[in-house]
Each structure stands twice: as C-alpha cells, then as structure tokens.
C-alpha cells in the first residue's frame, strides 16, 4: 500500500480521534506464540496425515518456527510438549532456539497418551498412576528451570464416559490435591496456567470442564495459578468474550490457545471462521490494559500469554501458522482503534446503538497500511505469506527432510 495509503489511514484515524502513537507502540509489543506441535503431522482422529518436509526432531521444529518469526517480527518463543519435544539436553534446544532468534515457550506436560491413563491421570483411581502423572508435571517443571521457561501450562485428558463409571467428587479432590503438589515446586517467576474443555476425549464429564471450574481450582491454588482459555473448548455460541472480562476482573486470566471451532476442537485457523469473535476478546483485553484504576487488572492484562494451539491436517502448515499469527495481530489492531470516549459516552447516556457502534466502527477499518507500515519500520516484510511462498523454504525442506516428520 506504501505511503499514501497510510497518510489517508492516518488522517482518517485522527478524524476518529484515535491516538496512532499508542497504537503502534502496542502493536509493536505484540507477541504470540506457536506451538511445537502445530509443525508436525497431525490428522484427526481416522488418519494422521504424513506431510513431506515436516520437521523430524524438536530441533528442525524450531527451524520452521524461526521462519514464521522472521516473516511476521511476532512469534519468537515456542511452546514445548513434553515428551513429544524431549530431548536429552534441554540448555541445547535452548542456545539452539536463541541462535534462531527464538525462546522457549510454555512447557505443556502430556499426561494422555500411555496407556496408564485411560482412566484418567491425576485423577486416576490407582495411586500408581497418579503418581506417575504427578512425576511427570514435575519433570516439567524442572525442564521449565532448565529452559527459562515460565509456564506450566497444564491440559488433561481426564474425564469419564458414562454415569457411575468413576466417583466425581473423588475425582475433584485428586485433581486440587495433584495441583496443590505442583504448585509447591514453582519457581516463583513461574505461573501455571490451568486449561478446560467440556468434552474430547471424554464425553460425558470431563474433570476441568468449564472456566470455572478451572478458576475455582486457580483460585484455590493461589496468585501463580491462572486459567488458560482455549478458544476451542467452548460449547458453539459462547459468549467466550465475557469470559474473558470476568476472568481479567477476577486477575486470573494467564492466557490463551487461539484457534477457531467450527465444530470440534482446535486446529482451524484463528480468525478464520469468526473474525469478529477475536476482535471482541481483544476488545476486552484492551479495555483491561487501559484500565489504570484497576492496577490489578492492568498488570493480568499485561501479562496474558498470547499461544496458538493449532495442528494443521490438511494445510501446509508454516504458511497456516503465519495466517494464524496475523490475523490475531489484524483483530488486535482494530480493537486498538476503538474510540473509548465515544464508547464511555454511549454507555454512560444509555446509548444502545451509539455504544455498538463505537466498537463495530473500529472492527469496520481497514488495518492494512497500519501493518504494512509497522512491518516497515521494523524492517520485516510488508506481506509476510508473501514473502514466505517467495523464499522456496517448503522446497528445500522436502528435500532434506523427505516425509519422515515427527507426529503425536
Ligand atoms: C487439547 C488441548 C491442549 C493441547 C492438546 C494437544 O485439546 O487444547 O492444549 O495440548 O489438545
Ligand atoms: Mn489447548
Ligand atoms: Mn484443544
């Protein structure tokens, strides 16, 4: 778009009465992170599809994860599933992801997939299991001390599939008292963020179902536990927005997985299917940062942790992690031009539609020329899948790597 189109951005903006400086020093703060996980095959739960090129060990992931960052300038740390990422020297991985650029990320333990935890993990009714379930998370943990990691981001399988099939409330207690275990050995820089999903793989209950249930558990635990909000693990039609408001009020919002949810979980690109959804969570989030009146509000949302859990089956999956990471920072810049006066205003009148339309104006403009000049001055490319497809990376992977890659 180049300069012209930002000068009538800008004019326009300043009709608005936004503030561009602060836009763009926010925009500029933007992180979010990819997942290991999104690099590798993955499929559904008939078929894991075989890709050619994709990486073979924790290390070439983060070879594809640097390629995103240097595209985008917006994701340089990864997240890490453990064992699916477990190497024998973690300080390795780590001079290995800095000599790219990047960090490690959130440390996500994987407590679903031996066969021990069929019936549950840290809420298995063997001691045994959970036990070994409770090894496992600390294991982490110390990874997480090796790394530098902050995050223990913490996600189960655990839930049942039919009435009778295990004592609920039993299970409630196995749950806290495992976390009450964890959360003992956290660093104190450390936070452990506490996911929920009301179904898969279980179906009829699962042990953190809700927000609330994972806040309730937070909340418990004390000021290092927060929930995690995958935008996946909703019923269809949630107001996953005012989640996000109460969360944020309560300070316990830690952060999120972003991804969209058509109709099962989590691997559809976020933005994709409901772009208005993301820009209305970001509307919450910046509403929480400029609250200055609320300094505990402010500091959670300071500190969320923007994460993509995403496993593309079907779609190459670096360009479907770059569309990912720019279309949150797309719903983020509109967010960023809403009018607040005009929106305190409406609200403070009673004006319905006066207030509607202070936030659905700024989800209406054209955000382009903002990026394209950000990305600008920060010397990336001004069309970052572009400048992706240009650079023959895909080729030369699938040379070098064949179709051997790592897959859960
Ligand atoms: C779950 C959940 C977790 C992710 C696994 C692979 O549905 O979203 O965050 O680690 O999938
Ligand atoms: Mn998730
Ligand atoms: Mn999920």
Sequence with gaps: MGKMGYTAFEERQKERGIDLAWVRAELKALKIETPSWGYGDSGTRFKVFKKAGVPRTAYEKFE??????????????????I?????????????????LGLKIGAINPNVFQDDCYMLGSVTNHDPAVRRRAIDHILECVEIMKVTGSDILSLWYADGTNYPGQAD??????????????????LAPNHRMLIEYKFFEPAFYHTDLADWGMSYNLAKKLGPQAQVLVDTGHHAQGTNVEHIVAYLLDEERLGGFHFNSRKYADDDLIVGAINPYELFLIFFQIVSGRRDTANPGVKKTADGIAYMIDQSHCIEPKIPAMIRSVLNCQTQYAKALLINWQQLAE????????????????????????????IREEQNLPLDPMKAYLATGYQAKVEKERGSGGASW
């Design 64 to 81: 594809d994860a640097a390629v995103v960052n240097r595209m985008t300038g917006l994701s340089p740390s990864v997240a890490l599933h």
């Design 83 to 99: 064992p699916w990422d477990k190497v024998d020297d973690f300080a390795k991985l780590e001079n290995h992801a800095a000599s």
């Design 168 to 185: 609920l409330r039993q299970r409630k207690r196995w749950m806290e008292e495992a976390h009450r275990e964890v959360y003992a050995k």
């Design 346 to 373: 409406a609200q403070a009148a009673g004006d319905v539609l006066g207030a509607e339309a202070a936030v659905r104006e700024a989800f209406e403009q054209d955000a382009t020329a903002l990026l394209e000049s």
